[in-house]
């Protein structure tokens, strides 16, 4: 949620979420991702999948450990305000993705996975 808040300050057009437990099976991962949005604008998150595919999918939630977003997607969620540390700022992202895929539901932005990043996650120990 920082992070994001940060990013919007700053104008970044991308933001990047990686969880230290995602590990890109391939090194041209991210740029599937990237590309996926540069090729359509429609497209606002994008993110990893376990398995291969040459297709995209759109998903109305996934898992964000590995996901490219665009900045401005954030701004159309309705998410509620908090503070840290005399900071307001809003939680777009809680321990459950699903809360996330349904503000992005609710506010029509779109999400997909990209059959070519794929991924693996640690298992829990």
């Not at 969880?19 to 099976?25: A, K, M, W």
């Not at 041209?28 to 297709?55: G, H, I, K, P």
């Amino acid at each position: 949620n920082q992070a994001i808040a940060s990013a919007q300050e700053l104008g970044f057009e991308f933001i990047l979420f990686w969880q230290p437990d995602v590990h890109p099976c391939m090194t041209n991962a991210l740029q599937y991702l990237l590309d996926m949005l540069l090729d359509n604008e429609r497209v606002s998150l994008a993110s990893w999948t376990e398995s291969f595919s040459e297709s995209c999918e759109r998903v109305f939630s996934a898992d964000a450990g590995f996901m490219l977003a665009r900045t401005e997607a954030f701004a159309r969620l309705d998410a509620a305000e908090y503070e840290v540390e005399g900071v307001k700022m809003k939680r777009y992202f809680t321990e459950n993705d699903l809360e996330l895929g349904d503000k992005c539901k609710a506010a029509g932005v779109r999400w997909y996975i990209h059959g070519g990043a794929v991924c693996t996650r640690d298992e829990a120990a």
